[in-house]
Each structure stands twice: as C-alpha cells, then as structure tokens.
C-alpha cells in the first residue's frame, strides 16, 4: 500500500511541476513582449489562453490519473487477502458516497453497473445488447434553456425591440463615429466648411492662395486668371455662380461633367479656402487675352441672369471642358 500511495504522490507532484512551468513559460511570453506588462493587455495575447487552455487539460489529466489510482488500489486491495473484516471495511470504503459521486449522480442519472438487468431491452442484435436508459438530466436541463432562451432572443430582439440588432448597433456606431469626427474637426484650426467659409484678406493667407493657384489651377485658368481651357476667373460672370462659398463648393466638389476634378482629396479645407479668397483678388484686373465672358453675370448679393445669351454663351457646346467658376 505504501508503494500504491508513493505513486499517487509522485504522478501529483509530476503534473504539478508541469502545470507551475507552464505558468512561469506564460508569464516569460508576456514579459518579453515589447509593450509594457499590464494585466488588461496580458488577457489579449493569445499565448496566455493557450497556456491556460494547457493548465486546465493537466489538471483535468491530474484528476483522471487520481481517480484511476484510486480505483486501482480499491482492486488491490480486494484482491490482495485481507482479512474478512479488512475486506468488508475496504468494500464500504468503495461503495461510500462523495459529493462528487452525487453530483454526477444528479447530472447523469446513470444506472449502477449491478442494476442494468434493470433497464435492459430484452432483445438484440448479433449479441449486442441494449440498455433503456434516460437522457442525462443535464442535457435536458440545456435543452430546456435554449428554448427559454429562444423565446426570449425572439420577443427582446424581433417583438418588443428592447435589444438592438446588429444593424441598428452598427448604424449607432457610425453616427458615434461621425459625431466624433464632427466634434474633431471643429476643434482644429482647419475645420472650413461651404457653411462657414469667408474671404480672407490677409497677406498671408492670399500668398498661400496663390502658391495653390499656381501649382494646380494655372494649366487650365491661366497665370493671371485669364482662361485657357477653363473659364475666365477676373470678369463678372460665373458659370457655378460666384462668391467665397460658390468658388469653395466647385473647388471642393469639382464638375465632372466639364473636366474639373474634385480637390478636397488633395488640398485641405484651409487652402481651399485661401485659393478661393485668391481667386476673388483676380476680379476686375482684366489681364491680357482674357477669355470671353460665360455664365451668368454674378452680384454678391445674388445671381442675375444676363441681358444676352448671345453675349453670354452658356450653352454646352460653348462651355469649357474644365470649369470652376
């Protein structure tokens, strides 16, 4: 007995030994990781639930190894010739029941090994046998609780709408999200919008605008706003209507029915801004070879149509295939 009982102790301390080294090889992993050791950021590496998944297999094999030691020491002992009363004493230590036993009792409702003549079917095939017993009242209990939790889902989810699909959570989650951007970029020094635009009147700003012109409005627009493919940037007429917020909507939109492109993916609010504030600088300084007149003649307080449409061409084929006035 004292042999069975030092085997039980060294195959214990063996699992043991492995479970406390799978550990410590888990909390090396974390340790060298190049962000800092914190315990939120520990539960989002994979490695830890893999040694924590390799813990709960030895524990669990730990466990299996105990009960079969112990099964294998009650069939020593049985089997050894003990004395009657040794014998009786060890078959009432073998039949005791624990609270293990009775929880698996309960949660299986297995039928003991002497009492299967009990449920068995007195038919069979081939010499196999078969025995009528119960579903485990476990697998009942889950059953029971996926209906419960069927009805539930359905009434919370599709009858009552107390609970958000996942539609609805994504449709909060970008309304957050725009909000956030909203709420960021009004923060920022470069949150212009076509609602809150205004012509700037700074040198500053105008030099910035004309650095903006000059590398990507002049191909079409000309060096003095003149027109060349595009319109003519210095008289009274407008083709998309004239104006800081007119001038900041066709920049930042482009017309991509006549050739111009969009530049809010290029320029920032802020220098559209100041592109367009030096864009309304190039009114009335009527360079040489300016280009026709097109569109409609343009007030600030609004827009008038002109007196001629032959003096004011604003058909397609008149139009230029890039305009942003």
């Known amino acids: 007995m004292n042999t069975i009982y030092k085997i039980r102790l060294l195959v214990t301390g063996l699992l043991s030994l492995l479970t406390v080294t799978a550990g410590a090889q888990a909390a090396g992993d974390a340790a060298a990781q190049k962000t800092p050791a914190q315990v939120p950021q520990a539960f989002l590496e994979p490695s830890f639930y893999i040694w924590l998944l390799v813990a709960f297999i030895l524990v669990i094999v730990i466990i299996a190894l105990s009960q079969a030691v112990n099964s294998l020491s009650r069939t020593i002992q049985e089997k050894s010739g003990l004395p009657a009363a040794a014998s009786t004493a060890a078959t009432e230590y073998r039949r005791k029941d624990t609270a293990w036993s009775k929880l698996m009792q309960s949660l299986t409702a297995s039928v003991p ?45 599709h009858v009552s709408g107390t609970g958000k699909l996942q539609l609805a959570e994504y449709q909060d989650a970008m309304k957050e999200a725009e909000q956030a951007k909203e709420a960021r970029m009004k923060a920022s020094a470069d949150f212009v919008t076509e609602a809150n635009v205004v012509a700037l009147t700074e040198a500053g700003a105008i030099a910035s605008g004309l650095e903006v012109y000059t590398k990507n ?38 017309v991509p ?54 003096a004011v061409p604003a058909d397609s084929a008149a139009a230029p295939a890039v305009a942003a006035k």
């Not at 002049?218 to 493919?229: E, I, L, N, P, R």
């Open 113 to 157: 090994v002497e009492k299967e003549e009990d449920v068995m079917l007195h038919h069979n095939y081939d010499g196999i046998q078969e025995l009528d017993n119960q579903l485990p009242p476990w697998w009942k209990w889950g059953f029971y609780f996926t209906i419960v939790f069927a009805l539930v889902y359905l009434v919370s989810y």
């Open 217 to 254: 409005c002049v191909a079409c627009h000309g060096d003095k706003g003149q027109g060349t493919v595009g319109p003519n940037l210095t008289d009274d007429f407008w083709i998309h209507g004239g104006g800081i917020k007119n001038i900041f909507r066709t920049v930042t939109e482009g």
């Open 257 to 310: 029915a006549k050739g111009m492109i969009s530049w809010k993916s290029q320029l920032s609010p802020k220098q559209i801004q100041e592109v367009g504030s030096f864009i309304i600088t190039l009114h009335g300084t009527n360079p040489p070879g300016a280009k026709e007149p097109q569109g409609d003649k343009w007030i600030e307080a609004g827009a008038a149509p002109s007196d001629s449409a032959a």
